[in-house]
């Protein structure tokens, strides 16, 4: 079962004569390392499903961004002890060929899902800023869902290729490679060197533009243009200021003298004797508050996980193409087998890491480390600040601020707080960049 075909591309068979990796004490320092980040890896992610899957009093749409990262995440660390069981067995592939092709097919497959939702959270953070009225009126946690859906099934699209190729391959030392063996299927011996290069090339370069270089141009074309946007938004909202100022100056100056400072003041400044009716905010007085916590949490998070992808991916596709090059360069053959396990390892952190970085994105972590860990990231994804807003101690005390705090809600205490429930501000957007959007 374990070869199927007796052709083999002139790489893999290169591969097979070769007899690297018998260093025993460094290969036990990495199997240690390797066996602790897994199960680090394992009890994360599922502590991220069970706490943003089942704890969340109301799913968001950025609760359905980081359910569906942790849940691609949590597949790639399953496979994580396989790939530990590897290291312990000095490079030879021991557990058969149908875990063989199982751990190939979840690694690409969280690689493409990655890559695709990290760009699909990026578009959405760009229409939240550019379009906040069409995102109040169509943004939803059902279309989130539906995305996510088509991302999974994209993903399982790109993978067929490495899960059809993956084979057992027996060295000539008797350890067994677990590797793409591209000559397994519709190739003969007048085929095997073209069908080789074509099938390799096309994987190779396929995935480095469909699950790392396009999205990373999605991502960071997103950001520039929020930032573009933001600066943009923020000189008009400058200048709308300076505008109503000098209105109000030269309206005070064909007044009554001497009143200038005290009325252009009180445009900003609510005086404790001013009724509440005139601080709402209008459409040529934008409300001067700094972005919601939530919208910084969340904006954090997101650069932290894109930074965690980057770091992580890009060594293992450097020596991809380095290894497709390796045919017309044998002395680079030995650099790959090195340095590919290593640049896999990495790239395996990346899923370990994430359920970190969500955790620290979220404000004055180190307080609420103290609190229910479900608490703090409740109040990561919770629409409206949840725990971000709310100060405290424990989890329960939380909890029965929150009760009291929707039971005075239920009735607005001033028309600002109508205004607020009649035109709420999109989850993830400010009130200051919701406020300004038509400045």
């Given at each position: 079962?374990?070869?199927v075909?007796?052709?083999?591309?002139?790489?893999?068979?290169?591969?097979?004569?070769?007899?690297?990796?018998?260093n025993?004490k460094?290969?036990?320092?990495?199997?240690?390392?390797?066996?602790?980040?897994?199960?680090l890896?394992?009890?994360?992610?599922?502590l991220?499903?069970?706490?943003?899957?089942?704890?969340?009093?109301?799913r968001t749409?950025?609760?359905v961004?980081?359910?569906?990262?942790?849940?691609?995440?949590f597949?790639?660390?399953?496979?994580?002890?396989?790939?530990?069981?590897?290291?312990?067995?000095?490079h030879?592939?021991?557990?058969?060929?149908?875990?063989?092709?199982?751990?190939?097919?979840?690694?690409?497959l969280?690689?493409f899902?990655?890559?695709?939702?990290?760009?699909?959270?990026?578009l959405?953070?760009l229409?939240?800023?550019?379009?906040?009225?069409?995102?109040?009126?169509?943004?939803?946690?059902?279309?989130a869902?539906?995305?996510?859906?088509?991302?999974?099934?994209?993903?399982?699209i790109?993978?067929?290729?490495?899960?059809v190729?993956?084979?057992?391959?027996e060295k000539k030392d008797?350890?067994?490679?677990c590797?793409?063996?591209?000559?397994?299927y519709?190739?003969?011996?007048?085929?095997?060197?073209t069908?080789?290069?074509?099938?390799?090339?096309?994987?190779?370069?396929?995935?480095?533009?469909?699950?790392f270089?396009?999205?990373?141009?999605?991502?960071?074309?997103?950001?520039?243009?929020i930032?573009?946007?933001?600066r943009?938004?923020?000189r008009?909202?400058?200048?709308?200021?300076?505008?109503?100022?000098?209105?109000?100056?030269?309206s005070n100056?064909?007044?009554?003298p001497?009143?200038?400072?005290t009325?252009?003041?009180?445009?900003?400044?609510k005086?404790?004797n001013?009724?509440?009716?005139?601080?709402?905010?209008?459409p040529?007085?934008?409300k001067?508050?700094?972005?919601?916590?939530?919208?910084?949490?969340?904006?954090k998070?997101?650069?932290?996980?894109?930074?965690?992808?980057?770091?992580?991916?890009?060594?293992?596709?450097?020596?991809c193409?380095i290894?497709?090059?390796?045919?017309?360069?044998?002395?680079?053959?030995?650099?790959?087998?090195?340095?590919?396990?290593?640049?896999?390892?990495?790239?395996?952190?990346?899923?370990?890491?994430?359920?970190?970085?969500?955790a620290?994105?979220?404000?004055?972590?180190?307080?609420?480390i103290?609190?229910?860990l479900?608490?703090v990231?409740?109040g990561?994804?919770?629409?409206?600040?949840?725990?971000?807003?709310?100060?405290g101690?424990?989890?329960?005390?939380?909890i029965?601020?929150?009760?009291?705090?929707?039971?005075?809600?239920g009735?607005?205490s001033s028309?600002?707080?109508?205004?607020?429930?009649?035109h709420?501000?999109?989850e993830?957007?400010?009130?200051?960049e919701y406020?300004?959007h038509?400045?």
């Amino acid at each position: 079962m374990a070869n199927v075909s007796q052709l083999f591309c002139p790489l893999l068979q290169m591969m097979r004569d070769h007899g690297l990796n018998n260093n025993t004490k460094a290969n036990l320092v990495v199997v240690c390392i390797h066996g602790l980040v897994s199960c680090l890896g394992i009890l994360e992610n599922a502590l991220i499903i069970w706490v943003v899957g089942f704890r969340l009093r109301q799913r968001t749409v950025a609760s359905v961004w980081v359910l569906n990262l942790a849940m691609s995440d949590f597949l790639a660390t399953l496979t994580l002890p396989l790939f530990t069981f590897y290291f312990n067995s000095v490079h030879s592939w021991e557990l058969g060929y149908p875990l063989c092709k199982a751990q190939a097919s979840i690694f690409f497959l969280n690689m493409f899902v990655s890559a695709f939702l990290l760009a699909a959270i990026s578009l959405d953070r760009l229409l939240l800023v550019l379009k906040p009225v069409w995102s109040q009126n169509h943004r939803s946690v059902a279309g989130a869902w539906k995305v996510c859906a088509l991302g999974w099934l994209w993903a399982a699209i790109n993978t067929i290729p490495y899960f059809v190729f993956r084979s057992v391959t027996e060295k000539k030392d008797g350890r067994k490679l677990c590797y793409h063996n591209f000559a397994l299927y519709l190739s003969s011996e007048a085929t095997l060197e073209t069908d080789c290069i074509v099938r390799q090339e096309a994987t190779a370069i396929s995935k480095l533009l469909l699950a790392f270089l396009f999205p990373l141009l999605v991502i960071a074309g997103s950001y520039i243009q929020i930032g573009l946007s933001l600066r943009s938004r923020d000189r008009k909202r400058k200048q709308s200021v300076s505008r109503l100022t000098d209105a109000l100056i030269v309206s005070n100056r064909d007044g009554k003298p001497g009143s200038t400072t005290t009325r252009t003041t009180n445009l900003f400044l609510k005086s404790p004797n001013t009724p509440q009716t005139e601080s709402t905010p209008s459409p040529t007085t934008p409300k001067l508050t700094n972005h919601s916590p939530l919208s910084q949490s969340f904006t954090k998070m997101v650069t932290f996980v894109i930074a965690a992808f980057v770091l992580c991916w890009a060594p293992y596709h450097i020596f991809c193409m380095i290894e497709v090059m390796a045919k017309y360069n044998t002395e680079n053959l030995q650099l790959v087998e090195v340095g590919l396990p290593i640049a896999t390892t990495i790239a395996f952190l990346n899923p370990v890491l994430n359920p970190i970085l969500y955790a620290f994105s979220c404000p004055r972590f180190c307080v609420r480390i103290r609190q229910s860990l479900g608490a703090v990231f409740d109040g990561l994804v919770e629409e409206g600040g949840g725990l971000l807003m709310v100060p405290g101690r424990t989890f329960k005390a939380h909890i029965r601020r929150r009760s009291s705090r929707d039971v005075s809600l239920g009735t607005p205490s001033s028309p600002s707080q109508l205004a607020e429930i009649q035109h709420p501000v999109p989850e993830g957007l400010s009130h200051s960049e919701y406020a300004g959007h038509g400045s």
